[in-house]
């Protein structure tokens, strides 16, 4: 347990820096590895819960196919890659305090309520099959409509960018 | 005590027959605009049909109870039912609601907006409709909620398209503010699911409107009521508008188009009223009690304020916009001392707000549409190029300025007087200071309607329209406004017709608040 | 473990992305903070997954994966469509919203 | 008999229905040259119901009393001595008289009254489960207004036909004659506060539209928002003290609360001070007392048979009228009975003053009877105000014709010398117009006070209620009076004057004015000869045998029932006061001609000989006439009172009021640019911003740029989010 815990606290402080660089860089393109960074962080909790799919699929999906995504828009939008003076707004300081008091409030109420809950360890540990097999008999319904979804986003995404 | 046969179907008829029509008309071509047209003016008729049955099967003897009532399930998961009923409070708005749209549809016969598009426009006013009256008969917190939601985004698009100039800021202030406010609102309605109780203590756990209202606030603390109660107070204070957040208002209504700025001031700025009366007060008494003085404060200011803001516009629309402002500070004054005859008043003044402010701003499409302006220093003599329509505006501007023996009087007068003895151990010096203020407000009002009525009626018309048309009333704008003529004078005349359906509710209302705070009810003749 | 440790993780960084949302000119860099307030959202489902005991929380860390996915996309989309007309992605130079 | 005492609201409701017809019908339906026969055939309509109905009340009042006489023995009501119903008829004056005292000043009840008769319907609104009824009160008071008010106006409607004819707006014209009648009727019946706000305020806005007649011109309209604005300035006092009385008696029914007044007495009295002061703001500005006065000269913008209608005769008088009907209100408000000086004596007294000094400072001849109509007001404010009811009420009626009489001879000059109303194109016209030169001098005379026309007997009673009215005197009220009977025969003398008198200084050929015109000013000419009848003193008819007939207004008009109540006295009539009165009159008629006297010069003695042959051969030298006027007559009236009011009237109230509007207008302006549009507008735009907020103050928040809909939205979410947590 000590040692979950340890990696845990490594991976967190990883994962919030990261975070933070990606919000406050002003190289975009290293935002793009900071973000990166975090959604590794991610994964690594993600297995640390117990939920090897998702982590491989949150590997799998957004290291290996949307962080592509965004470095091909990075690149499509020409945007310059060393440091941009104006990456952020004038606005800033309210969304500082907006983003402040959104996240302590939400600290608050969850250690206010769940406190020093410890996380259940003699839980069922859910294998691949079983999310398959709740995907595809309990959630059918949404998981059609995310296929759905998909399909409607590709060919949004076409229409969108398609040059007419 | 559900309601059968077809009085088990009126209410739920009343609302949705203007959706039915706006669905209706979805699948009408858009180049046929005639046709769309008399489904519009159907639809909005039969739904007045409906108000008219309703009018005579209202059981008058007992005004105070819930009537032709539906309760079905709608959402299980947290609790909201589909309750609609109908009582001597709801009746005056919902008739009120039912008469302007079709009065509306016939005024934008000839006279859709630009861009055009007439399926839209009257597609919107008839979702509107079917807010509107939602509203009104709504008896389950979720769905008064859903139904006061569903006005805004018909209104937006009225404005942010048929609008003006400056439309697009005009109704996203609109919007924004009233989401801001809506916001705070629906909090306080899940809290009230939450925290109220019943006298024992009990939590009630329920959005039934008529469940909150009996509980009275159970024994809820004061300050708890008065921290639910100001989030109502936001939500309904910004639809009123209430100074200081009324600024939307006057943006709004010089934007949008004509038929948009009635239904604006008609119907939509009651829903705030409504809300007070409906929900924040019986709900909880302590905190409208503990509000009260604060509320009737910024009701006066608004009667100075928004006069004060009448008299020094130059534009037509914006100075009855802003006149929105102070008439509606009479109606929060009523209502704000917790008496039943300032509800009265309240509802009374709603009513006549409702007619004179919609007749005026009819009045200022008309004259927009002849002159393509509105700055009063370009106007004159419209007595002379248009007597007709110059006699209208001076029998407007007189019920508007609270002339008795026209309906404005009858808001006016009752709510100045229920100040001098506020209910609820409120101070009475501080209410006679704001009867006092309030009367003073009455001066102004005169003062600013007058001025504008001389300057654009009296006198020869400018040289600048020399060899200009300026058509008189023509027959649509006819059929739109005699019955606002009509209902002004009569109301002036009868008011009995309004008070004596609204008062037991009132009096139920000023009772529980009254029972609730000082444990004493005065008013029980 | 703790569950909170999950769950003011995901806090954390659901503010982070909200700042991010907020206060970046980049289009691209405002729809990776979107990213990250999805992120958030899902690494608390799967917390409570696990609390619970249920699968469904793994379940829907899968659908939101699968929207943001689609919605990067679009989005990446909408952002090339407005830079090839407007030779910019700074969002607060488009006002598009007031017309 | 009662019929129509019971059934009143038929009075009101034909000249409304006439309003209807004339306004909806009179174009098309009537024609244009018609409508003036539908106003006159329902006011002669109402004309008539109005005289059964004082009839009718006279019955009543006859009936009630013999039969408490004769009830006198089975009843308990005391009655007093002497006084029963065989022997009423043959007592002489002085027992009569003095049994009248002791009924009024003793134990209340002790002499017969007469209830009004009250017809009322529920519901008209309520509140509460109260019910607040609509309906009409009919007593005395009621019919004495009836009679004057159906009278004049039937007389305007008529002499209107012929002086409006072929007006821009003669239907609209005669439209508002008829709602105006209408609403002056409502409001003398009314049988509540809120009836009588409601024909109050409706009295108002025909005086608006009137005066605002010829709309095309802008000092007519700017006439006419004056009038009206400082009615609404003066409503504020009339809703506040009917809110008060409402308030302290929980309801407006009229008569119920005189009543109560009566019973309560002191324990209210500081309720009824506030009220008093409150309902005095009213009567200021609707009656044009001093300082609201400065409306009504310039409500004479409006058609002369308006001004003589409404502005002189009946609507101006509704704040007298409304004192008199909430008489023990002010009665105890004031404390009238024991005081010797209180607010509402003080206004009229002063009002009569300044209105009389302002008067000689006109050359408008419209305007000299506006600032006299404003100083006799203020006389039927002050009698009020000494505690003399039937004095006030008798002036009001006698007013009523004689002042009417000289607005309508004043139009009728008008009308002849080419609608002009300025005195210097005047003059001379004695010989063109004979009638109406006639009917004018003996409303001069009537208005002057002179024995034996109308005036001298109201004003009398006036000066008798100052000087000896209720349990104390009012001497200073006495003096004010008696200066005021002085400058009254002195500007009238003057207005004689200029217009009839010298030679014609106008343009054209002056031309009597038509039958249709001189008649009602015959009519009205008569009325103010015998008017003064109405109310003789006993020791006058004594002489001639026919006592009976003695003090008729206070009889038939005064309600009893209620100033029994509260304690009012009638003081003996006193010989020499009336003495003293009519040589004040007569003085100030002599010294108006002999400054014309004194100064006969040498110039144009063939042309002073003209009209010396008239037999005024002291009234010549118009030559040197202004100059004279102004050293003499003026330098001892107009110069310390005159132009001190008039100064004061202009540069003060005027400025007040002008600077009021402005006022009221500028700090609109101010508020609006920097409350409205700066502080509060950008306050809300610096919430979706934050920044920014300097250069672009007001467009911060209408940027359209998401990101700071984001802020407010996310913002909204946390405060929302607190609210919740912490709080709830």
Request: glycine residues 10%; contains cysteine.
């Amino acid at each position: 347990m000590v040692a979950q815990n340890i990696a845990f606290g490594i991976i967190a402080a990883i994962t919030v820096a990261a975070a933070l660089g990606m919000v406050t860089t002003r190289n975009i393109v290293h935002a793009a590895l900071f973000l990166v960074a975090v959604l590794g962080g991610l994964a690594a909790n993600y297995v640390l819960l117990t939920a090897e799919f998702i982590a491989t699929t949150q590997v799998l999906v957004y290291i290996g196919a949307v962080m592509v995504l965004f470095l091909f828009g990075i690149m499509l939008t020409r945007a310059p890659i060393g440091r941009i003076p104006q990456m952020t707004g004038a606005t800033w300081p309210v969304a500082a305090l907006s983003a402040l008091a959104l996240g302590g409030i939400t600290v608050y109420a969850l250690i206010d309520r769940f406190g020093t809950d410890s996380l259940a360890t003699d839980n069922t540990v859910f294998r691949t099959a079983d999310v398959s097999d709740s995907v595809f008999s309990q959630y059918i319904i949404p998981f059609e409509a995310v296929s759905v979804l998909l399909l409607a986003a590709l060919i949004g995404a076409v229409v969108l960018a398609r040059r007419d | 005590m559900d309601a059968t046969g077809f009085d088990a179907w009126a209410l739920t008829l009343a609302v949705f027959l203007p959706a039915v029509g706006a669905l209706v008309m979805m699948a009408v071509p858009r180049a046929r605009e005639l046709e769309l047209k008399m489904i519009a003016l159907g639809a909005s008729l039969a739904t007045l049909a409906v108000g008219v049955y309703l009018l005579f099967a209202f059981d008058y003897g007992n005004a105070g109870t819930l009537q032709f009532g539906v309760h079905k399930g709608w959402i299980d998961a947290i609790n909201a039912d589909y309750i609609l009923g109908l009582d001597g409070l709801s009746l005056p708005l919902l008739i009120l609601s039912m008469v302007i749209i079709p009065l509306c549809v016939i005024y934008s016969w000839e006279h859709i907006p630009e861009p055009g598009n007439a399926k839209a426009f009257l597609i919107l006013m008839l979702i509107l409709a079917s807010g509107m009256n939602g509203t009104f008969v709504a008896q389950d917190l979720i769905l008064f909620f859903v139904f006061f939601e569903v006005v805004l985004l018909p209104m937006y698009f009225m404005i942010g398209v048929w609008g003006g100039e400056n439309r697009r800021y005009a109704s996203l202030k609109f919007f924004l503010f009233t989401l801001f406010g809506s916001a705070l609102m629906i909090v306080s309605f899940v809290a009230l699911y939450f925290v109220a109780t019943n006298d024992a203590g009990a939590a009630l756990n329920t959005f039934n409107m008529s469940e909150l209202a009996a509980a009275a606030g159970g024994d809820l603390a004061r300050g708890t009521q008065a921290i639910i109660f100001a989030g109502l107070f936001m939500g309904f204070g910004i639809k009123v508008p209430m100074f200081p957040f009324h600024t939307w208002l006057p943006d709004a209504h010089t934007e949008a188009p004509t038929v948009g700025s009635v239904i604006l001031a008609a119907i939509l700025l009651k829903l705030g009223t409504y809300g007070f009366v409906r929900i924040a007060l019986p709900f909880l008494p302590e905190g409208a009690a503990a509000w009260a003085p604060w509320i009737g404060l910024l009701a006066v200011i608004g009667i100075i304020y928004g006069a004060l803001g009448c008299l020094a516009q130059t534009d037509m629309k914006r100075l009855i916009a802003f006149s929105s402002v102070a008439h509606m500070g009479f109606v929060m004054l009523g209502i704000a001392t917790l008496t039943p005859i300032g509800i009265n008043a309240a509802v009374f003044g709603m009513v006549a707000h409702g007619i004179i402010t919609g007749m005026l701003f009819f009045l200022a499409g008309s004259v927009k549409e002849r002159y393509h302006t509105l700055e009063i220093s370009r106007l004159g003599g419209l007595l002379k190029s248009a007597p007709r329509m110059g006699w209208i505006l001076a029998i407007s501007a007189m019920a508007s300025l609270g002339l008795p023996g026209l309906a404005g009087f009858w808001g006016e007068f009752p709510a100045i007087l229920s100040a001098y003895d506020p209910g609820a151990g409120l101070s009475e010096a501080t209410f006679r200071t704001y009867m006092v203020i309030a009367a003073v407000g009455t001066v102004f009002a005169a003062g600013y309607l007058l001025w504008l009525f001389q300057r654009s009626a009296f006198g020869e018309p400018k040289p600048e329209w020399e060899g200009h048309v300026i058509a008189d009333v023509n027959r649509y704008e006819w059929a739109a406004w005699t019955p606002l003529i009509i209902a002004m004078v009569l109301f002036g005349w009868v008011p009995g017709l309004i008070f004596g359906v609204v008062d037991d509710v009132s009096t139920g209302i000023a009772c529980s608040i009254g029972t609730a705070v000082v444990g004493d009810c005065p008013w029980t003749g | 473990m703790l569950l909170n440790q999950f769950l003011l993780l995901g806090a954390l960084l659901f503010a982070v992305g909200v700042y991010g949302v907020l206060a970046r000119r980049n289009g691209v860099m405002v729809l990776m903070s979107i990213e990250l307030m999805l992120n958030a959202v899902n690494l608390n489902l799967v917390a409570f997954g696990l609390q619970h005991d249920v699968v469904s929380g793994q379940v829907f860390a899968l659908f939101i994966i699968a929207v943001a996915a689609a919605e990067v996309g679009v989005g990446l989309a909408i952002v090339l469509l407005l830079y090839r007309n407007r030779k910019s992605i700074a969002v607060d130079e488009f006002d598009l919203m007031k017309g | 008999m009662d019929w129509i005492l019971e059934n009143a609201f038929l009075i009101p409701l034909i000249p409304a229905v006439s309003f209807l017809v004339i306004l909806l019908f009179g174009r098309s339906v009537i024609g244009v040259e018609r409508v003036h026969k539908v106003g006159i055939t329902a006011v002669g309509i109402v004309w008539v119901l109005s005289m059964i109905a004082a009839v009718s009340w006279i019955t009543r009042v006859e009936d009630s009393t013999s039969s408490k006489y004769d009830d006198a023995e089975h009843a308990q009501i005391a009655v007093t001595e002497g006084l029963s119903a065989s022997s009423a008829g043959g007592l002489d004056g002085e027992l009569h008289l003095a049994a009248e005292d002791d009924g009024y000043g003793g134990d209340g009840g002790g002499y017969a009254t007469t209830e009004p008769v009250i017809s009322e319907v529920d519901g008209w609104w309520s509140s509460s489960g109260v019910d607040f009824a609509v309906g009409t009160l009919v007593d005395g008071q009621t019919v004495l207004l009836l009679l004057v008010v159906t009278s004049i106006s039937l007389l305007v409607h008529i002499y209107s036909s012929e002086y409006v004819k072929g007006d821009r707006r003669f239907v609209h014209y005669y439209a508002f004659l008829s709602l105006f009648t209408a609403s002056m009727l409502f409001f003398v019946m009314a049988q509540n506060l809120v009836q009588m706000i409601v024909g109050w305020e409706l009295v108002g806005v025909c005086s608006f539209a009137l005066i605002g007649h010829w709309w095309e011109e802008r000092p007519n309209t700017d006439a006419a928002l004056k009038a009206f604005l400082t009615n609404r300035v003066g409503d504020i006092g009339l809703l506040v003290g009917v809110i008060i009385l409402f308030g302290e008696f929980q309801t407006f029914d009229i008569d119920a609360i005189n009543r109560m007044v009566g019973e309560m007495g002191s324990e209210v009295h500081f309720a009824m001070l506030m009220a008093s002061i409150a309902l005095m703001a009213a009567v200021c500005s609707k009656s044009g007392q001093f300082p609201l006065h400065t409306w009504l000269p310039d409500a004479m913008a409006g058609p002369t048979p308006v001004s003589a209608l409404i502005h002189a005769a009946t609507m101006v008088v509704a704040g007298v009228f409304m004192i008199g009907r909430l008489y023990p209100v002010f009665f105890e408000g004031f404390s009238i009975g024991t005081s010797s000086i209180n607010l509402m004596a003080s206004i009229g007294g002063f009002t009569a003053l300044i209105g009389a000094g302002l008067a000689f400072a006109q050359w408008d001849i419209k305007k000299v009877l506006a600032y006299s109509t404003v100083s006799q007001l203020g006389y039927m404010v002050m009698a009020l105000g000494v505690g003399a009811w039937t004095a006030a009420m008798f002036h009001l009626f006698t007013h009523a014709f004689f002042k009417a009489c000289l607005f309508l001879g004043a139009g009728s000059v008008s009308h002849a010398a080419h609608h002009t109303f300025d005195m210097r194109e005047m003059g001379g016209l004695r010989k063109h117009m004979p009638h109406t030169y006639k009917t004018f001098v003996i409303s001069t005379l009537a208005l002057a006070g002179i024995f034996p026309f109308a005036g001298f007997w109201s004003k009398d009673e006036i000066l008798l209620g100052a000087f000896a009215g209720q349990q104390s005197a009012y001497p200073l009220m006495l003096i004010f009076g008696c200066v005021v009977a002085l400058l009254t025969a002195a500007y009238m003398t003057r207005v004689i004057w200029y217009t009839f008198w010298g030679e014609y200084r106008g343009h054209g050929h002056p031309h009597e004015s038509p039958k249709v015109m001189t008649v009602p000013l015959w009519i009205l000419a008569v009325m103010a000869v015998v008017a003064g009848a109405f109310n003789l003193p006993t020791p006058v008819l004594e002489r001639v045998g026919l006592e009976g007939l003695a003090h008729l207004v206070q009889t038939y008009a005064e309600p009893t029932h209620y100033l029994n109540a509260i304690g009012l006295s009638h003081p003996p009539p006193s010989f020499w006061l009336a003495v003293v009165g009519l040589m004040l009159a007569l003085a100030g008629i002599a010294i108006t001609f002999m400054y014309f006297w004194r100064n006969a010069g040498p110039h144009g003695l063939t042309e002073r000989n003209r009209y010396a042959k008239a037999g005024y051969t002291f009234l010549e030298q118009k030559y040197y006439l202004d100059h004279l006027y102004t050293d003499i007559v003026v330098g001892s009236i107009k110069r310390p009172i005159a132009r001190a009011a008039n100064w004061f009237n202009d540069n003060v109230i005027d400025l007040v009021v002008n600077r009021a509007g402005e006022g009221a207008r500028d700090s609109g302006r101010w508020v609006y640019r920097w409350i409205d549009q700066g502080a509060i507008d950008n306050t809300v735009n610096a919430l979706g911003s934050g920044a920014d907020a300097g250069g672009q103050g007001l467009r911060v928040m209408q940027t359209g740029k998401v990101q700071n809909y984001g802020s407010l939205l996310f913002g909204t979410a946390a405060v929302v989010a607190i609210v919740f947590v912490i709080v709830l």
